[in-house]
């Protein structure tokens, strides 16, 4: 495994601690599936627990994650699990552009989003701790690009650890988010397929919309443009399969091994 080079203004301790609530955040999932009591490390007090439903007829409310304040540090994290039905993958797939105040974003993940978007506001300010920390891994990961976006909106200050996200919106929204959020970190195994979509471009050649088979398989109108937010921190990790490359427990691997390389 390629090292993380941690580039200045990187906190890694911040973004260890969002990791391992991600992985938390998938335990509150799996423990919803089969009805087991679950909770969060006692050292941070619950705000909200966020919940959504996905795309498709039989789609129902799932838990997507929560908002924790570190009882020490006072820190609170505004954390997202990624895919894990077939559902969540419905949303991956609703790639349209819809509205978004900072320009067009990916429908399937706006459509989450909305839904726990009040609860996000309501907690954060509820909090009111000294930093907040947006974060998310995978389909997670453009949900917590969507919450940092709105949490600044909505005249909010918050940072974003993001962890193998695709990419949530348009270069317009890319562009007004890296205006608007100084502090946004989106760390990237380059053996992450995830990462690459949706298409950065689904045009063919230079001036030309989309056509012929792609066009048909992606079903998209033409010009529609997708681009990452927030600055790449990346590092290579190639574990056999397109899963073993993008599960969180890659990501947090090599955040692990960056803390011991520094201690």
């Known amino acids: 495994m390629a090292k993380i080079i941690i580039p200045p203004g990187f906190d890694l301790a911040i973004a260890l601690e969002a990791a391992e609530l991600i992985v938390q955040a998938y335990a509150q999932f ?31 409310p799932e838990p997507f994650g929560f908002v924790a304040q570190n009882k020490t540090s006072g820190n609170v994290f505004v954390t997202f699990r990624g895919t894990d039905t077939l559902e969540d993958w419905l949303s991956n797939v609703t790639i349209r552009h819809t509205n978004h105040p900072w320009g067009p974003v990916e429908e399937g993940f706006w459509n989450l989003y909305q839904q726990c978007q009040e609860n996000v506001r309501a907690a954060v300010k509820a909090a009111a701790g000294p930093q907040v920390i947006v974060t998310g891994h995978s389909l997670g990961g453009a949900l917590a690009t969507l919450a940092t976006a709105d949490l600044a909106d909505s005249g909010l200050t918050a940072k974003m650890y993001n962890f193998a996200s695709p990419r949530a919106g348009s270069p317009a929204f890319a562009e007004r988010f890296n205006q608007q959020v100084p502090v946004a970190w989106r760390t990237v195994n380059t053996e992450d397929l995830v990462t690459t979509v949706p298409l950065s471009t689904p045009s063919l050649e230079p001036g030309k919309s989309a056509h012929g088979l792609l066009g048909v398989l992606i ?12 600055t790449p921190v990346s590092f290579t990790s190639f574990n056999g399969s397109i899963t073993a490359n993008h599960q969180m427990d890659t990501y947090l691997a090599a955040l692990s091994a960056a803390k011991a390389a520094v201690v």
């Not at 799996?30 to 789609?59: F, I, N, Q, V």
């Not at 079903?219 to 927030?230: I, N, S, T, Y």
């Open 30 to 60: 799996d423990a919803s599936k089969t009805g087991a009591k679950w909770g969060l490390p006692a050292e941070y007090l619950s705000h909200a627990l966020l919940s959504a439903r996905a795309e498709g007829l039989l789609a129902k």
């Open 219 to 230: 079903g998209v109108a033409p010009k529609l443009d997708f681009e990452h937010a927030g």
